[in-house]
């Protein structure tokens, strides 16, 4: 247990946000910190060296995509996902819970409600032949790959992320949506807590076995939809848990959120949980979203928005998201953003960028991959400054003034 740990360094009065320092057996993360996601072992078109300059302390991959292919025994194999993908750092996996659900309905994880949105339970996108199936013991889902069946159970999810290696794993959990109706989510928050001791009875089974390897710690996933007392009870339950002397090390704050209401449910669930574990806001990385779950206490965050992106040519500057194939790029003879400190700012301009995602090069994605990754990075990095300094709010302020200044001007119009 010792390979792992927490401390927070500093706290926000008046709300649950913190800075603290994750500690685990390939190194330590300073939190808050952006996590960025290599889904199938790799962050598309960046090489992990790469990774490491532009400030990334941890990489997250999906158990979902990786037992797919390559398959787990494959990494296990190659001694961890970390090792298998040249990454010396510390890793995280996700449970596959979250990618295996969403082939059973069209959801997204921020969705932006409105009162005419309706409740089912059977919600699936138009167009979309359902993929999935849950019941009380696991979820039965065919493979986007080749449309074979296949089953995950908590104790398959675990056994899978425990031949994955990463240094933080996440519990087997239902995610369901905001379309849900209340019925289904108390039914579904109930089969999550039972899933949770599933979880840790075999993780315990599981580090006693593979004793030799490094230490992995095991979050619990928080759900409970836009529900209070829902959120309080999983937060509750799940902190409370104890199988044999095993407990989470740490929660993941998952399921769909509605972005109205983020901080409140956030809130909402980091209220109940202990001080001393560290919190994962599962798939969030817009900025606005990002000062709001580090203002309530959430201590890492993954999203694959900054890379997705940056490969459509769409990335990040201080006034705001802007496009590189736009035409007024095209003699921009001047680094994306002024002072970023990245790679690509500090050797390229945005007339290259222009250039080369209009004639379809590779090296677009790369570079505009290396830039987006380091501004939500460093964003977060500065967050955790100014947090520790005692004047996050006016930072929060002022970045987001400047970030949205363009929408709100378009709104206003
Ligand atoms: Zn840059």
Request: with cysteine.
């Amino acid at each position: 247990m010792s390979e792992f740990g927490f401390k927070v360094q500093a706290e926000l009065t008046n709300s649950q946000g913190r800075a603290g320092v994750i500690h685990t057996p390939h190194g330590e993360i300073q939190t808050p910190a952006f996590i960025p996601v290599g889904t199938k072992a790799t962050v598309k078109s960046v090489l992990p060296e790469a990774m490491k300059e532009l400030g990334a302390q941890a990489l997250l991959a999906n158990a979902y995509h990786l037992y797919l292919q390559p398959g787990p025994e494959i990494v296990d194999e190659a001694g961890g996902v970390g090792k298998f993908m040249n990454w010396p750092g510390p890793t995280y996996t996700d449970s596959g819970g979250f990618q295996v659900l969403s082939l059973g309905v069209g959801f997204k994880k921020v969705i932006a409600m409105d009162e005419q949105t309706f409740r089912s339970d059977e919600v699936i996108a138009d167009h979309k032949e359902r993929l999935a199936h849950v019941d009380d013991d696991g979820v039965t889902f065919k493979s986007h790959l080749d449309g074979s069946m296949h089953r995950f159970t908590p104790e398959i999810s675990m056994q899978v992320q425990h031949q994955l290696g990463a240094d933080i794993i996440f519990a087997f959990d239902e995610c369901t949506t905001l379309h849900n109706t209340r019925k289904y989510q108390v039914k579904s928050l109930e089969r999550t807590r039972l899933w949770a001791k599933r979880c840790l009875v075999e993780h315990g089974r599981l580090t006693r076995e593979r004793s030799a390897k490094p230490y992995q710690a095991l979050w619990g996933v928080l759900q409970g939809a836009q529900y209070e007392d829902l959120r309080r009870k999983g937060a509750k339950d799940l902190s409370e848990l104890n199988e044999d002397g095993i407990s989470f090390d740490g929660f993941g704050l998952g399921g769909a959120l509605d972005k109205e209401n983020l901080g409140t449910i956030v809130s909402w669930m980091t209220e109940e949980l202990p001080r001393e574990k560290p919190r994962h806001l599962l798939g969030i990385g817009e900025p606005d979203d990002l000062f709001v779950g580090v203002e309530n206490g959430a201590d890492t965050f993954d999203c694959v928005a900054p890379s997705r992106q940056a490969r459509t040519s769409a990335v990040f500057t201080k006034t705001g998201r802007v496009n590189l194939t736009n035409a007024k790029f095209n003699r921009a003879f001047v680094p994306i953003q002024e002072d970023c400190d990245c790679y690509t700012c500090t050797n390229y301009t945005a007339a290259y960028l222009n250039h080369l995602f209009r004639s379809k090069e590779m090296l677009a994605s790369t570079l505009a991959t290396i830039h987006n990754e380091r501004f939500i990075v460093r964003l977060v990095d500065q967050m955790r400054q100014r947090l520790i300094a005692g004047d996050f709010h006016e930072f929060k302020k002022e970045f987001l003034g400047s970030f949205y200044s363009s929408n709100l001007k378009r709104s206003l119009a």
